[in-house]
């Protein structure tokens, strides 16, 4: 099993950035595929962006040339640089594992606080 911290999340005006960072523990991360999830208040939980264990990467239209993710196995860490934030980002922002035969993502986060101010 692995456990999933998130952290980064804040306050941000439009136009700005922030990187949250996805630390785990327990089971090595590198052998799972990592996933940035958001939400906002009543609206269906959304993928933003994964990670496969070889490094391919996946983005949601809705924040593809701002948004970067990226894997430190090193570290066991995953992170989610995004940057030319819109107030339409705003949401709370998961952490998510899978391993590589596994369909849906098993292990999530608590979740991290993304605001964005127009």
Same mark, same amino acid.
Do not use: I, M, N
């Given at each position: 099993q692995v456990q999933l911290v998130e952290?980064?999340?804040?306050?941000?005006? &439009?136009? %700005?950035?922030? !990187?949250?960072?996805?630390a785990a523990s327990g089971r090595t991360s590198s052998s799972y595929a990592m996933g940035w999830f958001r939400q &906002?208040? %009543?609206?269906? !939980?959304?993928?933003?962006?994964?990670i496969s264990t070889g490094g391919t990467t996946y983005y949601a239209d809705s924040v593809k040339g701002r948004f970067t993710i990226s894997r430190d196995n090193a570290k066991n860490t995953v992170y989610l640089q995004m940057n030319s934030l819109k107030?339409?980002?705003?949401?709370?922002?998961?952490?998510?594992?899978?391993?590589?035969y596994d369909v849906s993502y098993g292990y999530w986060g608590q979740g991290t606080q993304v605001t964005v101010s127009s």
């Open positions: 952290s980064g999340g804040g306050l941000v005006q &439009a136009g %700005g950035s922030l !990187r949250l960072s996805c &906002a208040p %009543g609206k269906e !939980r959304e993928r933003a962006a994964a107030p339409e980002d705003t949401a709370v922002y998961y952490c998510a594992a899978r391993l590589p």
